[in-house]
């Protein structure tokens, strides 16, 4: 078989059987991540061109940070609330809004208030997206289907991140405009395709994906108590947050560590694009290896290789090819993390509380987007980077373990046909099972 006959029958298998609207949301996904220039820029933006301090810059993330945190539950409680489709709409439109208008602030508190916004209007949007995508597409083919989604914000980000340094020098609000663009763009295509997915009481009620997704019938109502109530979903979103804090690296402290290496912003921006670069190029192909196996023997792998891919940057030393090999031992556990961890978020969701879950699970990514930069800067500066790295290889061994705890837990007996399935049932299936399949129907 040729090289390219085995390409095809991989992107076959890989992108195969999955619904039309799933499509449509990933065609959405792609063109607001392509247009997805500020958030990358925006502290280059605040001290080169606006020639205010790294203190402010910092202080202006931090504020956006918050904003996404708070979002991140608002916004899975909406979309349990209100609907899939129409948090979607007003995240999207709110984001497009404040985007355009934070290219148009000139005083301090205004930029600051404006920059909380865009991260309460952005990060909104995620628990809906996660929660669209368990409600269209089977259980089977979840894990393909997150990873195909973020694959789609990879390629966008690589892509952005490479054409905005272009913009740039034109004008930073080109930047802010096109974002906005990219976004509003991003609304009507949901606006148009993208159908509400929320499963309602009634089975007649509920649209064809949601129901083939498995969708239980009667289900009780869950509040936020409920999702903070559920320990074993819980102790998930506290081994996130580990490693969460240890994947911050990447962008803060690892571009500090290099530079007290010796090495150059520009061989810095080569070594992290090769993040993006490998994700781009091997997301599918492991994915597919994926197929199958255990879930929980994949969490420790993504586990130990995230961690001691950070702790083997303390053995650097100056060499810009030993750091690159370092992001291509973390971009190999990311890959494997990133959508076993969202398919099993949502197989430990409730149908009508997928919003509340998906939205908690993003709140480990926002408290991770605080702490992480914080603590690392903190501990290179006062311990070194030996100090910084070590902690990462602690931390990822850590959340192996613990991995492993949780999937040592039996799984329940079946429930009866038509059963509601509560949370802690779910819980309790899930790291003892293995990968859902990926293969294409």
């Known amino acids: 078989m040729s090289a390219a006959v085995r390409l095809r029958s991989t992107v076959s298998q890989a992108v195969g059987g999955l619904p039309r609207q799933f499509w449509w949301l990933w065609t959405s996904t792609l063109v607001n991540r392509l247009g997805g220039f500020v958030v ?24 956006f940070g918050l904003g996404s945190a708070i979002a991140a539950v608002g916004g899975g409680v909406l979309a349990d609330r209100w609907g899939r489709r129409p948090t979607l709409l007003a995240a999207q439109l ?59 914000i990879n390629i966008g980000f690589g892509v952005s991140a490479a054409v905005a340094g272009l913009i740039a020098a034109h004008g930073y609000l080109a930047l802010f405009l096109i974002d906005a663009a990219s976004t509003l763009a991003c609304a009507v295509v949901v606006f148009v395709r993208v159908p ?24 009780p109502p869950a509040g936020l108590g409920t999702v903070f109530r559920d320990g074993r979903f819980m ?5 996130n947050l580990l490693l969460a804090v240890v994947a911050q690296q990447g962008s803060t402290t690892l571009a500090v560590d290099m530079g007290l290496a010796g090495i150059s912003a520009a061989r810095y921006g080569l070594v992290i694009g090769l993040n993006g670069v490998l994700i781009v190029l091997l997301q599918l192909p492991l ?13 420790v792998a ?18 810009a090819g030993f750091y690159a090999a370092t992001v291509a031992v973390w971009t190999i556990g990311e890959i494997m993390a990133a959508p ?25 990514w926002s408290l991770a987007s605080f702490v992480g930069p914080a603590a690392g800067g903190y501990l290179l500066e006062h311990a070194g980077g030996r100090a910084v790295w070590g902690a990462c290889a602690v931390f990822g061994t850590v959340a192996a373990g613990a991995f492993l705890l949780l999937g040592r837990r039996p799984a329940p007996a079946a429930a009866p046909a038509g059963a509601p399935v509560a949370a802690d049932r779910a819980a309790d299936t899930v790291a003892a099972e293995p990968a859902a399949s990926t293969a294409g129907a």
């Open 40 to 63: 990358t820029f925006l502290a280059l933006y605040l001290t080169g061109d606006r020639g205010f301090s790294p203190a402010y810059a910092g202080l202006v993330a931090s504020l």
């Open 94 to 152: 709110g984001t497009a809004v404040s985007t355009a208008a934070l290219g148009f602030c000139q005083d301090r508190v205004t930029i600051a208030v404006t920059a909380f916004l865009v991260g309460l209007a952005s990060n909104a949007s995620r628990p809906a997206i996660s929660a669209i995508i368990a409600d269209l597409v089977p259980a089977e083919h979840r894990v393909r289907a997150y990873s195909l989604n973020y694959w789609a």
């Open 196 to 219: 509400e997915s929320r499963p309602e009481s009634r089975p007649e009620q509920r649209p064809a994906g949601a129901a083939a997704a498995g969708a239980v019938a009667a289900e």
């Open 235 to 239: 102790a998930l979103v506290a081994v």
């Open 287 to 299: 994915t597919r290896a994926m197929e199958g196996r255990s879930r929980t023997g994949l969490l």
């Open 302 to 319: 993504s586990s130990l290789l995230t961690g001691w891919g950070f702790g083997l940057t303390a053995l650097a030393g100056g060499s």
């Open 340 to 364: 076993t961890m969202m398919g099993l978020v949502a197989e430990l969701s409730p149908a009508r509380a997928r919003g509340r879950y998906q939205g908690v699970y993003s709140l480990s």
